[in-house]
């Protein structure tokens, strides 16, 4: 039964976002590792250790401790923390045999048809708009206005972005076709595997994703060169072609429905434009610590150091490869290099074209993120660990020997170990939630003891002091030094985070306190060049300055 309830919890991994609710997320995650230790303990197979488990425990080990030489060690520690939560997925799927590795199949299988079913919904929307605007439809060339409706729908399904619900479904899309190819002798079986096919096709497509459309041509392409031109019979070379066409006529449409914001030269930050200066920045943040990085997690932060003229800002480098090297170096690429090999790898499926199904899936996914940052958002990538787990699972006796029991008590109490973390960040993240909410009531007091707490929990993470220093302005209409106390405690701990320098320059600006304003904005702008913002109050607080200036010497 506890097998099962760690299952469901993995399985629903895609309805908990982070973005909305960080507490709910790093909760979850408490629960879901409680409930594997549980199982780990309870159970009395022999506990046998893969060279793929070594592999990713030593990349999410390398990970953990680099975040403690990171220019923002809190942050770089959270997005650790969830690594090491995968790897404790990773651990517990790849174990799973007979009924439970078919549970943990219904589980995902039921989640991906739920949220194909909302994005299909999300992306119907689109028809009452058209309707409504009928006018406008006829009037200013209708395509074009369907085309710019179509793009301000693009269907998410809960996900903060359009690109990780496509690489959600492009995970599991290789599953259903390979279920519907299973099961094409079994009549209620095989039209229920159509109907979750379809639909995770339809939200693809809703979702107007160019890469992952690309990625989904490219793997029926090689899979219908490989294996169906020769082996198989005439119905699976029709079903194989019939994907294809299908494939490339949504490519199609989706690039000529995106073309102004995905390749158009006339639009400087099309899609292409954007992502090749995002790698620019990012080689050239590699190279200024090419060996540690800056730290799990502040590439959003150290980014705009060398973000290029006409690039948009930016918290991922929209390849994986460049990202893990800007955040941890040459170390963390080769360690996740090994982790992918190690955990990607595995011998021939045979009939089991469910296990193929997953690992093409796998690949396909670590293929778009070339282009993406699926495996920097844990609502997503975490169903890719556990895919590919269930993929990579053998059994016993192919794996090797069993280890003693001692390793299985360790390995509990490492998961353990990483559950408490987990709610050691859930009750940071939920006192810094409760503080925002009480501040936008007008509940000063409250709030302050939120952050407080938070402060206290966390004394070297940034955002409770600037939280404080919020509070402490909204309570004093004069000019306090704890504010500004507050503000350096904040930036000493992120020294690379401007906006902090910034807010203090405008606090100082306000009261006309002009050189620590001077000497705030300067700190900013060393960071971030290329801001017009602060551009703009760098100006401002020179004029004023300079007429404070004039009118001293008048008097």
């Not at 160019?210 to 392409?221: D, E, P, Q």
């Not at 859930?426 to 810094?432: M, N, P, S, T, Y």
């Not at 700190?523 to 017009?532: D, E, S, T, V």
């Amino acid at each position: 039964m506890m097998i099962r309830v760690a299952l469901l919890l993995a399985g629903l991994r895609p309805f908990v976002n982070g973005m909305v609710s960080p507490a709910a997320e790093w909760l979850y995650a408490g629960a879901l590792c409680g409930a594997m230790g549980m199982c780990l303990c309870r159970s009395r197979a022999p506990f046998i250790v893969r060279s793929s488990e070594y592999a990713v425990w030593a990349l999410s080990a390398v990970l953990f401790f680099a975040a403690f030489g990171s220019v923002n060690p809190f942050a770089a520690g959270m997005q650790a923390g969830m690594w090491l939560v995968h790897a404790c997925v990773f651990s517990f799927c790849i174990r799973l045999e007979g009924a439970q590795r078919q549970w943990a199949l219904v589980c995902l299988l039921t989640a991906a048809g739920l949220l194909s079913v909302r994005a299909i919904r999300e992306w119907a929307l689109v028809m009452p708009a058209l309707q409504k605007n009928a006018s406008a439809f006829l009037e200013h060339q209708g395509y074009y206005y369907a085309v710019e409706v179509l793009r301000q729908r693009r269907a998410t399904a809960g996900f903060s972005s359009p690109t990780l619900l496509a690489a959600y479904q492009l995970l599991l899309l290789p599953v259903f076709c390979a279920g519907l190819w299973t099961f094409r002798r079994q009549p209620r079986q095989m039209l229920l595997w159509a109907g979750l096919a379809l639909c995770a096709g339809a939200a693809l497509l809703c979702t107007q994703t160019v890469s992952a459309l690309l990625c989904a041509a490219a793997g029926i392409a090689w899979f219908f060169f490989r294996y169906g031109r020769r082996r198989w019979g005439t119905a699976a070379r029709w079903m194989l072609g019939g994907m294809m066409i299908c494939c490339i006529s949504a490519l199609l449409f989706v690039a000529a429905a995106r073309q102004r914001t995905f390749f158009d030269p006339a639009n400087a930050q099309n899609s292409v434009s954007n992502r090749l200066s995002y790698w620019k920045s990012s080689i050239a943040l590699w190279r200024e610590r090419p060996w540690r990085g800056w730290g799990a997690g502040t590439f959003g932060i150290v980014y705009p150091r060398y973000r290029n003229e006409g690039a948009t800002e930016t918290v991922h480098a929209h390849n994986t490869l460049l990202q893990i090297g800007v955040e941890n170096g040459w170390i963390g690429v080769g360690f996740f290099a090994a982790a992918l090999f190690f955990a990607l790898r595995g011998r021939g499926a045979g009939g089991d074209y469910l296990r193929a199904g997953l690992r093409a899936g796998s690949v396909l996914f670590a293929l778009q993120s070339l282009v993406d940052f699926n495996f920097f958002v844990p609502q997503v990538s975490g169903v890719w660990w556990m895919t590919t787990a269930l993929a990579a699972a053998e059994p016993p006796a192919a794996a090797g020997q069993a280890r003693s029991s001692r390793r299985r008590w360790f390995a509990a109490a490492l998961i353990a170990a990483i559950a408490a973390l987990s709610l050691y960040f859930a009750f940071i993240h939920a006192q810094l939630q409760r503080g925002r909410s009480f501040y936008r009531q007008g509940n000063y007091a409250a709030a302050r003891k939120c952050f407080e707490s938070a402060r206290a929990a966390a004394p070297e993470f940034d955002y409770p002091y600037y939280a404080l220093a919020l509070v402490e302005r909204a309570q004093s209409a004069d000019f306090s030094s704890a504010v500004l106390w507050s503000l350096r405690q904040a930036s000493a701990r992120n020294p690379y985070y401007a906006f902090y320098y910034y807010r203090a320059a405008q606090y100082c600006a306000e009261h006309r306190q002009w050189i620590p304003a001077f000497g705030y904005i300067e700190q900013a702008r060393k960071l971030y060049p290329r801001n017009q913002a602060f551009a703009a109050l760098a100006e401002q607080i020179h004029l004023s300055a300079a007429d404070q200036d004039f009118f001293s010497i008048l008097r």
